[in-house]
């Protein structure tokens, strides 16, 4: 990998992260029609440079995301699933991960359903932490776990 590689990279990371399509499959896809063979160094590339974006939100939006100990609370109910399945299933992810096509067919399947669940679910908006219960953030927990699908986050 080389500079231009990285800062196509970047660009690509940035301009998907925030968006409801998968910042990780556009980058695998990327990469793949960069040439760039997956090793340990890109792998730890990848989840650096989302890690930096996503820091970013978290440092900007500090002080709204964690008032309240019922925040943390809701965060954890919500990590637990994805941790569970994460820890479970996560030789096969890492085998999904090695194929574009796979992620290909994900990223185009994941994203009907993205507008099929917008249609569906239009009516249903949830301003401030507060409104949303616990159950909520355990079923939000849940769909973290099919995010885990590379194509799909």
Same mark, same amino acid.
């Given at each position: 990998?080389?500079?231009?590689?990285?800062?196509? !990279?970047?660009?690509?990371?940035? =301009?998907?992260?925030? =968006?409801? *399509?998968?910042?990780?499959?556009?980058?695998? @896809?990327?990469?793949?029609?960069?040439?760039?063979?997956?090793?340990?160094?890109?792998?730890?590339?990848?989840?650096? @440079?989302?890690?930096?974006?996503?820091?970013? *939100?978290?440092?900007?939006?500090?002080?709204?995301?964690?008032?309240?100990?019922?925040?943390?609370?809701?965060?954890?109910?919500?990590?637990?699933?994805?941790?569970?399945?994460?820890?479970?299933?996560?030789?096969?992810?890492?085998?999904?991960?090695?194929?574009? !096509?796979?992620?290909?067919?994900?990223?185009?399947?994941?994203?009907?359903?993205?507008?099929? *669940?917008?249609?569906?679910?239009?009516?249903?908006?949830?301003?401030?932490?507060?409104?949303?219960?616990?159950?909520?953030?355990?079923?939000?927990?849940?769909?973290?776990?099919?995010?885990?699908?590379?194509? *799909?986050?």
């Amino acid at each position: 990998m080389n500079i231009i590689h990285v800062i196509i !990279l970047a660009i690509i990371e940035g =301009l998907t992260e925030f =968006l409801p *399509v998968s910042s990780t499959g556009h980058m695998i @896809i990327a990469s793949s029609v960069m040439g760039i063979a997956s090793d340990p160094f890109i792998k730890f590339f990848t989840i650096a @440079i989302q890690f930096g974006a996503i820091l970013s *939100v978290v440092v900007l939006y500090f002080k709204r995301f964690f008032q309240t100990t019922r925040f943390y609370l809701k965060l954890l109910v919500a990590f637990i699933p994805a941790a569970v399945f994460g820890v479970l299933l996560s030789d096969r992810i890492d085998k999904l991960l090695e194929s574009a !096509l796979t992620v290909g067919i994900t990223l185009f399947i994941g994203g009907i359903f993205l507008l099929f *669940v917008d249609k569906l679910f239009k009516q249903h908006i949830i301003d401030k932490e507060e409104d949303i219960s616990f159950l909520t953030a355990l079923k939000i927990g849940f769909f973290q776990c099919i995010a885990m699908v590379p194509g *799909v986050s």
